[in-house]
């Protein structure tokens, strides 16, 4: 690994950027438009644009449970291709350019549903989610979590334990 590598896993990331979640049912799909998620004091904001609408969300990170990403396949476009793939089966009794031209059809749908795959942040609180959908590499966001989840768990921490660890690094 380069010098590189290291200084950018390490880097302090305290905003990030990509599309907001819509959900469909029990299915997040990307919306049109931008979030950014970003760490102010001791709350995390979120500023939402689509359209027309601006939302904004404050979350006290103390109350930030857990973070998560996700890296998954475009599954309706993945589902059509093997639902055209069968269909093309059929279609070779008929006509064999017609069921060719399905069948090309569908493994392009499906490569492109394998290769092009949709990746998340999701940042959990008692009652809130913010679900980015990620524009950039995943470890920018990944950094973003980890420095979530450390403010979080150093917000939470009573100030005598960590009087006692400064106190205890100090001596050692």
Not at 116 to 144: C, D, G, T, W
Not at 152 to 163: G, M
Request: hydrophobic fraction near 45%; avoid cysteine.
């Amino acid at each position: 690994m380069n010098g590189n590598t290291n200084i950018r896993t390490n880097q302090q990331v305290f905003e990030i950027t990509g599309a907001p979640a819509q959900v469909w049912g029990n299915v997040l799909v990307p919306a049109r438009g931008t979030i950014i998620v970003k760490v102010t004091g001791d709350t995390l904001v979120g500023t939402t644009k689509t359209g027309l609408e601006k939302r904004e969300t404050w979350i006290r990170i103390q109350n930030i449970d857990s973070a998560e990403t996700l890296e998954a396949p475009i599954y309706a476009l993945l589902g059509f291709g093997v639902f055209l793939a069968f269909s093309a089966l059929g279609a070779f009794t008929n006509s064999s350019g017609l069921g060719l031209i399905l069948l090309v059809a569908a493994i392009a749908l499906i490569v492109y549903a394998i290769t092009n795959k949709r990746r998340y942040l999701a940042i959990y609180s008692h009652r809130n989610a913010i679900v980015v959908f990620m524009n950039k590499s995943p470890e920018i966001y990944q950094q973003f979590a980890m420095n979530v989840l450390a403010l979080s768990r150093k917000l939470n921490t009573p100030i005598n334990t960590q009087t006692k660890q400064a106190q205890t690094q100090i001596q050692a």
